[in-house]
């Protein structure tokens, strides 16, 4: 059964940094890029970050490009989103989700919330 | 950067009814990129729909995409109560650019 589970979620205060974790299980993780998906509250779905099976090709939406980094660890079956400089707007869930094509399995998300 | 509209915003049905749902772009999307999502209160979105309108493993044939182009639509044929839920289009684009539309809230009148 493929299962992704978010962690590191939490309030973080404005300018602050946070490293959103998404362990992975029952598929070979190495054979498929993933993304992360944010959801602000009572709000629809933005695509944030993209990353390639190998690791060797990135993407991020404008809205977080300079400040979060999406990355891989294929021996640790791990995901991960590096932010920094979290704005308040940044305020959202953060889903991982595995792509083959679209979307096919998401987390059930972690909660970011940037506020002083 | 495309941008979907999804129509309307907020539509009230009754079980047992046709749910007609529907996404325009704001230019030409490759149907192979275009996919349904379903979202459920305090849930993850769920894939229902890709290429348009290939059904995800265990999604029942109630539910059916179509269209090409620039306009897609999501039809559910017969209501059941587990459908009321907020529904997604998405498409890929260039450099893995995924947008989403602002969603549909499907609601029991």
């Known amino acids: 059964e493929v299962q992704l589970v978010e962690s590191g979620g939490g309030l973080v205060q404005p300018g602050g940094s946070l490293r959103l974790s998404c362990a992975a299980s029952?598929?070979?993780?190495?054979?498929?890029?993933m993304n992360w998906v944010r959801q602000a509250p009572g709000k629809g779905l933005e695509w944030v970050s993209y990353?390639?099976?190998?690791?060797?090709?990135?993407y991020h939406a404008d809205s977080v490009e300079g400040r979060f980094t999406i990355s891989r660890d294929n021996a640790k079956n791990s995901l991960y989103l590096h932010m920094s400089s979290l704005r308040a707007e940044d305020t959202a869930i953060y889903y991982c989700?595995?792509?083959?094509?679209?979307?096919?399995?998401w987390g059930q998300g972690t909660l970011v919330t940037v506020s002083s | 950067e495309i941008v979907l509209t999804q129509s309307p915003g907020t539509l009230s049905l009754s079980p047992g009814e046709r749910a007609t749902l529907s996404c325009r772009a704001s230019?030409?999307?490759?149907?192979?990129?275009l996919a349904w999502y379903q979202q459920k209160p305090g849930q993850a979105p769920r894939l229902l729909i890709s290429?348009?309108?290939t059904r995800a493993t265990g999604i029942p044939d109630r539910f059916s995409g179509s269209g090409s182009g620039t306009d897609f639509t999501l039809t559910i044929s017969r209501l059941e109560p587990e459908d009321f839920a907020v529904y997604y289009c998405?498409?890929?684009?260039?450099?893995?650019?995924?947008?989403f539309g602002q969603g549909t809230k499907l609601e029991i009148k």
């Open positions: 989700a595995r792509a083959f094509g679209n979307f096919d399995y």
């Open positions: 029952g598929f070979t993780f190495s054979s498929y890029s």
């Open positions: 990353i390639s099976s190998s690791g060797g090709t990135t």
């Open positions: 230019q030409s999307v490759t149907s192979s990129y």
């Open positions: 290429g348009a309108s």
């Open positions: 998405q498409q890929y684009g260039y450099s893995h650019q995924y947008t």
